[in-house]
């Protein structure tokens, strides 16, 4: 019995058809954000059957039009380059009115989650047909990693019992299974971003995602995708932040006058860095991220996240060089912790007081959540090294599994030690308590449990 094996055996029919028939309801820019980094599949067939391989899926869009711009596929082995459209409905081509607007003329593929029949057609204003291709719900939720529950009852299921009675050598063997399918999962992930953008993107949208932290998690991911370090290397080190903060939407003219008295000048200087490139990275209201502040401690404020992100963007080069070595997690991990900028040195958020301490950029949390969700995946050879990284306090979801799994977190105590264990702990939490939608009834996980041996048995 292996994780995958474990996996397969208990996806019953009921559950996989549940999955099918789940009703699409998703945040269209997170499904757009996912399609961009390249997560769903790169082969397609068109309502009208022809055969669309997707090559690039382009650029954002920060102006009028499709959302996507420069993209590059192949229909029926021809090669077209142009926009593409994604909806969450087929219906909205016609209902936003793209099928009149002259900025979707040169659409070349119109992807939607739901297709509401032949009644709805994908037409330009000089009525040439779009192909359309249908992403399905199961592929969507596979593609957000998001599971059929948001939670589940934190109460002991009846995995209680035969996790019991399991050999201790038996249980930490499923644990450490768990732990590394879910750390092959992410690898694919990051390695499914740089087959399309390159490593050197993939990375810099991995720590742009380490460093949103909960809430700011999608905006910081945006953000990266729509100002590609490539491009933003071709700029000046002092442009970069400027750029960063203003494609972000935090910069205004009269934003020094707001600032403590020290800031100003600093301030006044990072607007006129940003109003020379506003034109070329500036995106319209309703298409910029939607940043959120509420019950944020200073040190997690976005304007913070995106300082680390900016200043290590001032060293970017080195960085990914780095990271590109194996090991990396010391060097890499080091060269993160010692990034530094004179203004965020002593500063929370561009209009905070200067504060005596110096203050780290980018502390030990969120590197340890950065090199957990994405080099130490990629470096599965180096396993033993993960191993040896302690846990930090379990959050919510850690929680809930130990309460289902075990009784209680007491019980748990021996499987909370070490971050390959919280991590192995999410993904059975994720794979089996977030995908039963029977509160443990039909859950075949407890019986399949007495099947499992450690490899050397």
Known sequence: MTYQRLLEVTATEANLLAE???????????????WFAGYFSRDHQSNHGQKIS????????????????????????????????????????ELHGHNESPH??????????????????????????????????????????RPRLSQALARPGRCLQPLAQMPAGDAASLLRESAKHRAQLKATRFEQTAQLHGFSQALWEALADALGFSANRLPMRLLAQRLPIKKLLKHTPEDR?????????????????????????WLEDLWTRWWKHRLDY????????????????????????LAALATAALQWPALSKLAQQSPPFKSL????????????????????????RSIKLIGKSRLEEFLINTL??????????????????????????????F????????????????????????????EDLSDCADCSFPEQLAQWKTPND
């Open 20 to 34: 099918n028939n789940a009703p699409p309801g998703f945040d269209e820019i997170e499904v757009q954000s996912r």
């Open 54 to 93: 997707i090559i690039s899926p382009g650029e954002w869009n920060r102006g009028a039009g499709p959302d996507f711009i420069n993209a590059t596929v192949e229909i029926d082995g021809e090669t077209r380059h142009g926009p593409i459209e994604l909806d969450l409905d087929s219906r909205n081509w």
């Open 104 to 145: 979707f003329n040169k659409v070349i593929l119109h992807i939607v989650l739901h297709d509401s029949g032949p009644t709805f057609f994908t037409r330009t204003s000089d009525h040439r047909d779009v192909p359309r291709i249908i992403l399905s719900p199961g592929e969507v939720n596979s593609a957000l990693g």
């Open 241 to 265: 932040e400027a750029i960063i903060f203003g494609t972000a939407g935090f910069l205004s003219p009269t934003l020094h006058e707001a600032a403590p008295r020290d800031s100003r000048e």
């Open 282 to 305: 500036e995106f319209p209201e309703n298409r910029t991220p939607a940043w959120s502040t509420r019950a944020t401690r200073p040190g997690n404020h976005p304007q913070r996240r």
């Open 333 to 356: 991990g080091k060269a993160l912790t010692e990034l530094s900028e004179p203004f965020w040195d002593h500063h929370h958020t561009l209009l905070s007081t200067h504060t005596e």
């Open 376 to 405: 130490y995946p990629l470096h599965p050879d180096h396993w033993e090294e993960f191993e040896k990284v302690r846990a930090g306090v379990p959050n919510q979801k850690v929680k809930r599994c130990c309460e289902r799994l």
């Open 407 to 434: 009784g209680s977190i007491a019980a748990a105590k021996p499987h909370l030690k070490f971050a390959w264990q919280h991590q192995a702990l999410l993904q059975v939490y994720q794979d089996f308590c977030l």
